[in-house]
């Protein structure tokens, strides 16, 4: 328990993390707005990068650039930054694809609401 | 009033795009020696000509980079990397090898340097900010 | 009203859960974390060496991990693919059966005089 505590004393740079992964999932449930669910999952998708760029993080470290003024020092863990490039892409690619999908319902439903979406589909049926 | 502004607005933007054209091709073509590299750059580059679209039209900024040319430029970048990735086969190495093959790498913080890497980073510099720029004209376009 | 009350407490919940795993997490920032292996340092120290890049970063992505960004290109030439085809129908040759009634053929396609969703 006191491990715990003091776990949670020492790393409470993964709280601004979470607490975008909270502010994400919230905006994403309370909404029925399509275009606010998007931007949820977004704000979530943030969260997630944030999380892993900071597991690279050493303390007192350098940026991974081998130039001048480069002193051989501890550097900063380089593996992280360049793994979470795949997913800021695939994020961005994910995020256009919604975009593009919300712009064709908006043409056939009339209403980005996804409540009214889902009675205007009950009455076609 | 309403006039003035655009006219502030347009002209402003004129003297602008070049320089940050400018940046977003030094972040590619430095991407092996300082912070930054293709997807950083194209990003940038693709703003400049998103910013065009914003500020003049959508119509305007389509025929400085047509759907057609677009698609050229986007087919070329991947296959200038696929390419590149097969000129290690041929050889006699793997698939998208880099110093193993005898290419020069060039002394480490001169700007010809790292063999492939600075043309890697040239394709997918053309192909991410083509991309952008024409998801953004194509969901402008929709309305 | 529910909207909004039944959310909050499923973002509690999944706030409590997140931090019981921030507890397990090891000390941050520290250089004996186990993200610090052995790969990151082979980088750090072989990386100038072997692809002759001085930032260690764009040595991953375009030399040792080129692969995956051919992957990444995959992705964005999908990602654009999957977004043309759904917003634009008639561009690719497709022609929707209203339009066909109205007395349009196949040479029609592409023509944006034509241009309409279905």
Not at chain 2, 29 to 42: D, K, Q, V, W, Y
Not at chain 3, 66 to 92: K, P, Q, S
């Amino acid at each position: 328990m006191a491990e715990a505590l003091a776990a949670l004393g020492q790393n409470y740079f993964f709280y601004y993390a979470l607490i975008l992964f909270m502010v994400g999932f919230y905006t994403t449930l309370s909404h029925s707005n399509i275009l606010k669910k998007i931007i949820g999952i977004n704000i979530m998708e943030t969260s997630i990068f944030l999380f892993f760029v900071a597991l690279g993080y050493v303390e007192g470290g350098q940026a991974p650039i081998m130039g001048r003024g480069a002193e051989g020092g501890p550097y900063m863990n380089p593996l992280p930054s360049a793994l979470i490039l795949t997913g800021i892409v695939v994020s961005v690619s994910i995020t256009a694809f919604a975009l593009a999908l919300m712009v064709k319902l908006y043409h056939f439903y009339g209403t980005l609401d996804a409540d009214e979406i889902v009675m205007l589909r009950g009455e076609r049926q | 009033m309403r006039m003035q502004e655009i006219l502030i607005l347009k002209i402003v933007v004129r003297f602008v795009i070049p320089f940050i054209q400018v940046y977003g091709f030094y972040v590619i073509t430095a991407g092996h020696l300082s912070p930054g590299g293709g997807f950083a750059g194209g990003t940038i580059v693709a703003a400049s000509m998103v910013l065009y679209a914003l500020t003049f039209d959508a119509s305007q900024g389509l025929e400085k980079l047509s759907h057609e040319r677009a698609s050229l430029f986007e087919s070329l970048g991947a296959i200038w990397y696929v390419a590149l990735g097969f000129l290690g086969i041929l050889v006699g190495g793997n698939f998208l090898t880099n110093g193993q093959i005898g290419i020069p790498l060039g002394t480490p913080g001169y700007l010809i340097s790292g063999g492939l890497i600075p043309l890697l980073s040239f394709g997918i510099g053309i192909k991410v900010a083509v991309t952008v720029v024409s998801l953004y004209y194509s969901l402008v376009e929709e309305d | 009203m529910m909207r909004q009350i039944i959310p909050f407490f499923l973002t509690l919940v999944l706030g409590a859960a997140l931090l019981l795993v921030v507890a397990e997490m090891p000390p941050f920032g520290d250089i004996n974390n186990p993200a610090h292996n052995v790969v990151s340092e082979r980088y750090l120290n072989q990386g100038v060496r072997e692809t002759g890049a001085q930032n260690i970063v764009t040595a991953i992505i375009t030399d040792y991990r080129a692969y995956d960004t051919l992957g990444e290109v995959t992705v964005l030439f999908a990602a654009i693919a999957a977004v043309l085809t759904v917003l634009n129908r008639l561009r690719l040759g497709v022609i929707c059966p209203e339009d066909r009634e109205r007395g349009l053929t196949d040479e029609d396609a592409g023509d944006p005089d034509t241009e309409d969703s279905c």
